[in-house]
């Protein structure tokens, strides 16, 4: 994935962003360089989602700036809602550039959906699976936050999306991951370890097996205590991460950058930046050290040898 990534940057990405520095910023500028020297980084994520890691002092973390509180839905929305009773609701989306599934996966879905006593809303816009129950709204659109934030929201079945993620910590929603492409499969097993998520594979996907995970998450407390858990955590903070952004972006502005921020090792040779140098030095002392020892060791064998070989003569 690595190697086809950096060819993806050469060939499509690359070209496209240095005629644009060239553009507009001035002939013989390209975008590698100047992404090397930003003076700030804001970074979508936050260590409630992300695992611990060495970072830099010019990265702000902003994970969840878009995440608000719910809004009241719209009436009929709000009817479906409540009609669930005390079973609750569970909401489904796959995100925007996933409007359907393939038809057996979308059939073997909506089976599994009308065996559960919850209510569910799902997003959707390829053709009505034919196995659709009556506890089941279909919609082109749905406002997801305010499901979200709905107090009979039971769970969320979503492609693994940073935005859907996100959201769901915000609102402690646990969540059943249908990891896709990108991004989405190493953010939906970050959930899995932090025991907020249970994942599908879509490969092997089946009513069965879909219906045992829905209902892990639904009957198993442990999925929502961790989630309100992760919940509590990112909202207990001195700065909301919008204010923070701002706050740093006005930084840079009122300071003409932050250069004291920003490591200059982008600056440094390839050599020099991975320690070649220090690496070709350090062996070659070694290898001075174990060639004089050798040496020595071999004149002083070479000086015994001779000897008992006159002694043989006398």
Known sequence: MYIIAEIQIVIMITPTNNAL?????????????????ADLWLHRVDFIFEFPRPTMP??????????????????????????????GVIIMSLGTLIGQLPDDVAEAIAEAFAELPQKIIWRYKGKRPSALGNNTLMMDWMPQNDLLGHPKTRAFVAHGGTNGIQEAIYHGVPIIGFGLIFDQPD???????????NNVDFATVDKDSFLKTVKEVLYEPSYRENMQRLSKLHKDVPVKP??????????VMRHKGAAH??????????????????????????????????????????????????????
Request: proline share 5%; hydrophobic share 40%; net charge positive.
């Open 21 to 37: 520095c060239e553009r507009f910023i001035g002939p013989g500028t390209s975008y590698f360089p100047l992404l090397q020297s």
């Open 58 to 87: 010019n990265i702000v973390y902003m994970g969840g700036f878009q995440c608000k509180p719910s809004k009241p839905l719209p009436q009929d929305l709000e009817d479906f809602v409540q009609s669930s009773g005390e079973h």
């Open 242 to 251: 919008l204010d923070n952004a701002i706050f740093w972006i006005e930084f």
């Open 187 to 197: 953010n939906l097993s970050k959930m899995r370890v932090k025991g907020v998520a």
């Open 261 to 314: 921020l920003r490591t200059d090792s982008y600056k440094m040779p390839w050599y020099s930046y991975h320690s070649v140098d220090v690496i070709l030095f350090l062996l070659s002392a070694v290898s001075l050290i174990i060639l004089t020892i050798y040496a020595v060791i071999k004149y002083f064998c070479c000086r015994i040898c001779m000897r008992k070989t006159k002694n043989k003569l006398q």
